[in-house]
Nanobody, 115 residues
Framework: QVQLVESGGGWVQPGGSLRLSCAAS????????MAWYRQAPGKQRELVAS???????NYADSVKGRFTISRDNAKYTVYLQMNSLKTEDTAVYYC?????????WGQGTQVTVSS
């Protein structure tokens, strides 16, 4: 089992920044992929960004150039730096850990972008 705990969500004005963190614990395998997804009200959950244990990254087109995903393998933690936030970035953000066919989710953290 893997437990994921997210932090760093909150309210910010358009153009502002937030940094999300997700700490993993439990049966962590060295080779894995961690990612951030988000789900806005009335919409499906979508991939925001992912990063492999080797450091390869992938981003949704809507966040490229604004968001940066990174990880600290020694701390089993993944981060999402969100800059130039827009109202359409408002959503619950979920951390995801994948190893093989196993997938785990965090409880989610709310990000609200409004004036």
């Amino acid at each position: 089992q893997v437990q994921l705990v997210e932090s760093g969500g909150g309210w910010v004005q358009p153009g502002g920044s937030l940094r999300l963190s997700c700490a993993a614990s439990g049966s962590i395998y060295r080779i894995n992929t961690m990612a951030w997804y988000r789900q806005a009200p009335g919409k499906q959950r979508e991939l925001v960004a992912s990063i492999t244990s080797g450091g390869s990254t992938n981003y949704a087109d809507s966040v490229k150039g604004r968001f940066t995903i990174s990880r600290d393998n020694a701390k089993y933690t993944v981060y999402l730096q969100m800059n130039s936030l827009k109202t359409e970035d408002t959503a619950v953000y979920y951390c995801n850990y994948v190893y093989g066919v196993s997938s785990y989710w965090g409880q989610g953290t709310q990000v609200t972008v409004s004036s």
